[in-house]
């Protein structure tokens, strides 16, 4: 499953109440700090300036966890999965946006895409504006890996359309992903995006460094690939794409 969140609202000023949320002062941070009862296990770095943190807390149900996404102007999207990878609930940290599970007609299973090596699902979201969204499409397993940084990934290819409450087709979406089987989550790869006006966009945005607890780079707030051509770049939007956001 994957969601398109645009980073064009990223260097906008970020507002207190969302970093208060996140244990950062509204000044740039040198470090990220989970939230109370929270634990992190990976930070990741990725090349198109971005930088995320994978953590659980101890009050959730268990397999669940969240992530938060970081630009160089500090977090602007954070989301909760279960351990299916269901997209439970997201938050646009800089417009003060949120959107949780509605409907699910057949619900994505991470369990089903290891055993079969297909996940189709189908359900949709609600917004804290009472937009109703309808996502349907499939993940399916590539049949091959890759090692980045030391970590072992499996390469996936996907499909995804999602529509509005009338019906009309807002999006759709295809591309490559990566999972990891034991953090059960999805990375991005490789997607081309088409909106319903047939306006087309290519982004590619990979995971290019780990760091986890007492390496160097755990937690820290400042992306490290990629900045000096997103500041350059004119395709900010074809950029923003987070491929795995709904897995994440």
């Known amino acids: 499953m994957v969601a398109k969140v645009s980073r064009t609202i990223a260097f906008c000023l970020l507002s207190a109440a969302p970093i208060a949320l996140l244990g950062l002062p509204a000044s ?43 630009g160089a102007e500090g977090p602007y999207y ?20 949120s959107d949780q599970m509605g409907d699910e007609t057949e619900p994505a299973s991470f369990s089903d895409l290891l055993k079969t090596g297909r996940d189709d699902y189908d359900f949709t979201t609600v917004s804290n504006t009472g937009e109703v969204r309808r996502y349907k499409g499939y993940d399916k397993l590539a049949g091959t890996s890759v090692t980045i940084d030391g970590v072992k990934m499996e390469q996936t290819e996907f ?6 409450a009338d019906g009309t087709m807002l999006n759709k979406r295809s591309g490559q992903q990566l999972i990891n089987r034991d953090w059960r989550i999805f990375f991005s790869d490789e997607e081309d995006f088409e909106n319903g006006d047939g306006e087309k966009e290519h982004a590619k945005d990979l995971p290019v460094s780990f760091a986890f607890p007492g390496d160097s780079g755990f937690l820290s707030a400042t992306p490290q690939f990629g900045c000096d051509q997103m500041m350059t770049d004119t395709t900010t939007d074809a950029q923003g794409l987070i491929p795995a956001a709904f897995h994440q």
């Open 159 to 164: 499909a995804l359309r999602s529509y509005a």
């Open 78 to 97: 954070m989301s909760r999965i279960d351990s299916e990878t269901r997209w439970l609930e997201s938050y646009d940290l800089i417009a003060g946006e």
């Open 28 to 70: 740039a941070a040198s470090k990220f700090t989970p939230p109370k009862g929270c634990e992190a296990y990976v930070t990741v770095q990725h090349s198109n300036c971005q930088v995320s943190y994978h953590y659980t807390c101890s009050g959730d149900p268990k397999g669940d966890q969240w992530a938060v996404y970081a």
